[in-house]
Nanobody, 122 residues
Framework: QVQLVESGGGSVQAGGSLRLFCAAS????????MGWFRQAPGKERERVAG???????IYADSVKGRFTISRDNAKNTLYLEMNSLKPEDTAMYYC????????????????WGQGTQVTVSS
């Protein structure tokens, strides 16, 4: 059974940084896409960043230049480095994995983590 467990969320002031982690288990996931999504209260879930099996990445316009997604296939771990955080980055952040050779858009996701909360105060 595939499990995704996020960690690293928390509260930070605007301009600060956080690093999110996602530990994957239950499958050999090196060929599958992985991604980070977020959902703020009253808003739809959106993809923040996606990474394919060879390390190519895609970012939402709102986080380009501030967030960096990476993966360690040997450790089955996904990361999200978040810098210059803004109050509008406040949301529940979810790790996801799915269809191989894609950037993990919502329609490509097969498994979701439970989420980790990120709160940015002004």
């Amino acid at each position: 059974q595939v499990q995704l467990v996020e960690s690293g969320g928390g509260s930070v002031q605007a301009g600060g940084s956080l690093r999110l982690f996602c530990a994957a288990s239950g499958y050999t996931g090196s060929s599958y896409c992985m991604g980070w999504f977020r959902q703020a209260p009253g808003k739809e879930r959106e993809r923040v960043a996606g990474i394919d099996s060879v390390g190519s990445t895609i970012y939402a316009d709102s986080v380009k230049g501030r967030f960096t997604i990476s993966r360690d296939n040997a450790k089955n771990t996904l990361y999200l480095e978040m810098n210059s955080l803004k109050p509008e980055d406040t949301a529940m952040y979810y790790c996801a994995t799915g269809r191989a050779y894609t950037y993990c858009s919502s329609r490509d996701v097969w498994y979701w983590g439970q989420g980790t909360q990120v709160t940015v105060s002004s």
